[in-house]
């Protein structure tokens, strides 16, 4: 069992910076392919970064998000760096006990998630 908390989301302005946290508990987390995912309103939630041995991004945000995590603090970050208004949505950490593969990139094939946060880019 696997538990998330993400924290940091907010308002920022257009070509701004944000990091999102995600916080863990249960055992083994390092095992776990853990993704952010993003949903605008009105729109499907879609597939952000993802890391577990390696990373791999959306082409949407790659060269601006950076995923990482911190196995001793249970912890995966995404920073957000030149942040567009098409970046706003509330933003959702997940987990899933399997290696980065085709199934990745599917909110479904996640069994653990988090509450979400917003992120807001204004203009």
């Known amino acids: 069992q696997v538990q998330l908390e993400e924290s940091g989301g907010g308002l920022v302005q257009a070509g701004g910076s944000l990091r999102l946290s995600c916080a863990a508990s249960?055992?083994?987390?390092?095992?776990?392919?853990t993704a952010w995912f993003r949903q605008a309103p009105g729109k499907e939630r879609e597939f952000v970064a993802a890391?577990?041995?390696?990373?791999n991004y959306a082409n949407s945000v790659k060269g601006r998000f950076t995923i990482s995590r911190d196995n001793v603090k249970n912890t995966v970050s995404l920073q957000m760096n030149s942040l567009k208004p098409g970046d706003t949505a509330v933003y959702f950490c997940?987990?899933?006990?399997?290696?980065?593969?085709?199934?990745?990139?599917?909110?479904?094939?996640?069994?653990?998630w988090g509450q979400g946060t917003q992120v807001t880019v204004s203009e």
């Open positions: 997940a987990a899933r006990l399997r290696r980065i593969d085709a199934d990745t990139y599917t909110a479904d094939n996640y069994m653990y």
């Open positions: 890391i577990r041995y390696e990373t």
């Open positions: 249960g055992r083994a987390f390092s095992s776990y392919t």
